[in-house]
């Protein structure tokens, strides 16, 4: 399934007082006086995602689609998570590593300001193009959410990592929308300070299928385990 831009917006409360007088405007807009911009409010809580970025699909094994997890996610109170180097062995880990950092609230003040900027807080869909028009194949998509202002956006990208020079079907609104989202998404604060430390999951997704080696491949394993996996 490909998308093309879905958005799925719900306004907070507006939470203004019986008695409060609500005001609209600055007076300072008719002063000639700079008017400070206001930053779009988020949520505070450790378990909050504020901002989650994931690329899934494309040509790949149903395997490969049901382990993929976010490459970065911000919660409320300023952690980050993000997907750990992998060491180059096959089957990979049975647990994907991740790392996770902070970043201060100023960065995410800065970081949702930039969002706003570019439009990503909009309610209003954002046309990013389809396979057809981008003119690539059996790519995958590039998701952003992004919750702040009082809703919860969502931003759907098809082969957003590849140079948009293929899509001879891309309108220039297009163009301009998927480098304003692939320079967005470049901006994310990173782990500058190497402080970065190994995320531990409290819950795991697990998901069975029957065994498809060789039959004599190894022994059976009861589940749940008697110990941690490695």
Do not use: C
Request: proline share 11%.
């Amino acid at each position: 399934e490909q998308h093309v831009g879905g958005v799925d917006a719900q306004p907070g409360p507006l939470g203004h007082p019986p008695t409060a007088a609500v005001v609209t405007g600055d007076p300072r807009e008719h002063s000639g006086a700079e008017v400070p911009r206001r930053v779009p409010e988020h949520p505070t809580g450790a378990d909050d995602v504020v901002l989650q970025v994931t690329t899934q699909g494309g040509f790949v094994p149903v395997e490969a689609s049901l382990a993929t997890i976010p490459e970065y996610t911000l919660l409320g109170d300023g952690t980050v998570i993000v997907q750990a180097p992998m060491i180059l062995i096959y089957p990979g880990p049975a647990i994907a590593p991740l790392n996770q950092f902070a970043v201060t609230e100023s960065q995410v003040q800065k970081l949702l300001a930039a969002a706003e900027k570019a439009g990503l807080l909009n309610p209003e869909p954002i046309n990013y193009g389809d396979m057809g028009e981008v003119g690539i194949a059996d790519a995958p998509t590039t998701t952003l959410v992004l919750n702040a202002a009082g809703r919860t956006v969502r931003h759907d990208a098809y082969a957003l990592s590849f140079d948009d020079s293929f899509g001879g079907g891309l309108s220039e609104a297009q163009r301009q929308a998927r480098r304003a989202l692939a320079a967005f998404l470049g901006s994310l604060p990173p782990d500058t300070d190497g402080n970065a430390v190994p995320y531990q999951p409290e819950e795991l997704a697990v998901y069975v299928a029957p065994y498809r080696g060789e039959p004599e491949g190894g022994d059976p394993v009861v589940w749940p385990l008697d110990s941690d996996l490695d």
